[in-house]
């Protein structure tokens, strides 16, 4: 508990589709994990929309992953943290991806955690769409594995990370039909690598992020996605590139420090432990990057594409 004042999220209304972002979260309560659970809670209450979800950018569990639905970790890394002592929290539904550190363990295990679990943890393939109302206009989103296309141009990392090519190729044609056919109002895209990053893998990784948005980024200004939500870089970040806005929310637990370089389309980061509030009208997107203390540390606006 602390003395900051209650969030203000002025554009959650009745009939509002608020998204809370984050990922890189899974390490038994700990580098704050905790602190960021409480300000989720903390919006929660200061929201006004009955619809609500949790957009949930994968790295879920450190630092292998898990074997089994019933790992120890699931309950210490997530229940344990997520579901007890909230006001609000733990009624959430969690739409979420898959990370590379899952891919490390038994990706399946994820899946079977919806089995288990479907009124709270969302994940019925590696990759899927769901589709959503707010303000009276229609909200597609497409969940997608982006670990077998961001890492298929090393073929070491695709063995270390139990990549199948084929999963990478399976999915462009699928995105692409799926963005395609759709008429609904707001297209969004959830992955969990970035296409373009001022983080801690933005020059370690600058082949594969140059891969990934090679492969994705044309996609998205074909079809008018508003935006990518991602994580991977454990920051927040806000980027544009062309048309499209790249937001990074990696910041569940453990952070790792911006690297000084600017990322292509940079206009935001910080290395603060966090979420992204993004709250969807008819024709507005607001996005507010929260801290794990609850403070408001970047706003943004994005305008439905037309």
């Not at 979260?25 to 905790?34: A, E, K, L, P």
Request: one cysteine or more; charged letters at 25%; hydrophobic letters at 35%.
């Amino acid at each position: 508990d602390h003395d900051y004042p209650l969030l203000r999220i002025p554009n959650s209304t009745e009939k509002s589709l608020d998204l809370l972002v984050f990922g890189d979260w899974g390490r038994d309560g700990f580098c704050c994990q905790r602190d960021v659970a409480q300000e989720l809670d903390r919006a929660l209450l200061a929201s006004n929309s009955p619809s609500r979800i949790i957009i949930n950018t994968g790295d879920n569990f450190y630092p292998v992953g898990i074997q089994s639905a019933s790992d120890s970790q699931v309950q210490t890394s997530f229940y344990d943290v997520y579901t007890k002592n909230f006001q609000v929290l733990h009624k959430m539904k969690w739409y979420s991806v898959l990370g590379n550190h899952d891919h490390l363990g038994n990706f399946k295990a994820n899946l079977d955690m919806y089995k288990a679990d479907k009124e709270r943890w969302h994940m019925p393939s590696r990759w899927y769409t769901e589709e959503f109302v707010a303000d009276g206009v229609r909200v597609l989103i497409v969940f997608l594995d982006t670990t077998p296309i961001f890492y298929s141009p090393n073929e070491g990392e695709m063995t270390n990370h139990n990549a199948e090519k084929d999963d990478g190729e399976k999915q462009i044609p699928w995105l692409k039909q799926q963005l395609k056919s759709s008429s609904a109002d707001w297209k969004l895209v959830v992955g969990h690598h970035p296409l373009s990053s001022s983080g801690s893998h933005a020059l370690e990784e600058a082949e594969n992020i140059a891969y990934l948005r090679k492969v994705l980024h044309p996609i998205f200004e074909e079809n008018k996605v508003a935006a990518y939500f991602c994580g991977h870089d454990h920051d927040m970040q806000f980027l544009k590139l062309g048309s499209v806005n790249y937001i990074v929310s990696g910041a569940g637990s453990k952070i790792r420090p911006l690297i000084g370089v600017r990322g292509d389309g940079a206009k935001f980061g910080v290395a603060e432990q966090g979420f992204v509030y993004a709250t969807v009208n008819k024709d507005i997107m607001d996005l507010l990057y929260v801290n794990f203390r609850g403070a408001v540390v970047y706003s943004h606006s994005i305008p439905r594409p037309v």
